[in-house]
């Protein structure tokens, strides 16, 4: 299931095969990739960055899309898996709760299929609005909201229920949708940090971090703080090869780069591994860790 759900359901439309994993590793999916020659390699961000680094110890050319969906896709990841492979990059967007999706088009340019999930498909509607439910403007951004024609009546319990309000799914991500009608996801809403009254997307940050050569993967999260309510935290697996970088020169790498001072990180956690819940980064473990 997860961002594999699309391919599921499609592949016996297409007369295609289906490789399940019941765990994913990089390992174990690398050698399915190289031994059954799969076309099309469905994954989270989080997942196919631990592919990029073991890449060359297989046979990928038989990969015509690397299918991301689940979180927001670091364009710098497409660009490694463009760079490395012979397979293009589909960035996706999707929820079976208001059952509806968006796309790229697979001709699209690099622009359109990494920093956005493409237009809305199959009848789906979207919108983004501000905290009153008001739609915002273009290239403003605000909650995603959705609807589509094979929508859920509703939830058993009252859990999930205020999610549903005058007939559209309110998602929990943020977004912004360019002139051409192309949604940007941004981060989630519950993991915008607020430091001293500002608010920071994570997602931002973890962009920039993913272009420095000593960082391999990112995760930057909120970490308590009695002053400021949160500081901000990233933690950060070493790039191979590559010396773990300190902050300092991690924080001026970051301001070159046009960040705003207030939010470059703190602190830093250096890890041997991203700890993964399902198939994403597992940001509550990652909190843990950062309190220690």
Same mark, same amino acid.
């Given at each position: ?14 007369? !295609? ?19 059954? %020659? ?6 989270? +961000?989080? *997942? ?16 015509r ?13 497409? $660009? ?19 059952g ?9 340019p690099?622009?359109?299929? $990494? ?5 809305p498909q ?9 905290? *009153? ?36 799914? $309110?998602?929990?991500? @943020?977004? !912004? ?9 941004? %981060? ?10 500002d ?12 272009? $420095?050569? !000593? ?26 090869? *590559?010396?773990? +970088? ?7 790498? @970051?301001?070159?780069?046009? @960040?705003a ?32």
């Open positions: 299931t997860g961002p594999a759900r699309v391919g599921w359901l499609a592949a016996p439309i297409a007369g !295609s095969c289906v490789i399940a994993m019941p765990r994913f590793g990089t390992t174990g999916a690398l050698n399915l990739i190289d031994e059954m %020659g799969a076309t099309i390699v469905c994954g989270t +961000p989080a *997942q196919l960055a631990m592919l990029v680094p073991k890449l060359d110890l297989v046979d990928t050319s038989s990969v899309i690397w299918y991301a969906v689940g979180s927001v896709m670091p364009p710098t990841l497409g $660009h490694d898996l463009e760079s490395l492979t012979k397979g293009i990059v589909v960035s996706n967007y999707g929820g079976s709760d208001f509806g999706w968006a796309a790229p088009d697979i001709d699209a690099q622009s359109v299929r $990494h920093r956005t999930v493409g237009r199959g009848g789906t509607e979207f919108r983004i609005v501000d905290d *009153q439910g008001k739609d915002v403007p273009s290239g403003q951004v605000g909650e995603l909201i959705g609807r589509g024609p094979c929508s859920v009546s509703g939830f058993l319990g009252e859990e999930g229920r205020q999610a549903w309000r005058n007939g559209w799914f $309110h998602t929990g991500d @943020l977004a !912004s949708m360019d002139d051409d009608g192309n949604l940007v996801i941004v %981060g989630r809403l519950k993991e915008v940090i607020v430091r001293g009254g608010k920071v997307s994570p997602v931002e940050i973890e962009a920039l971090l993913r272009t $420095h050569s !000593s960082v391999a993967q990112v995760a930057v999260i909120g970490v308590p703080d009695s002053v400021l309510g949160e500081r901000i935290c990233a933690c950060i697996v070493v790039a191979p090869g *590559q010396d773990p +970088p300190n902050l300092e020169s991690l924080r001026r790498y @970051l301001e070159d780069q046009g @960040l001072h207030y939010k470059t990180p703190e602190r830093i956690v250096v890890l041997g591994s991203m700890p993964i819940v399902g198939d994403k980064i597992d940001r509550r473990a990652l909190a843990v860790i950062a309190s220690v």
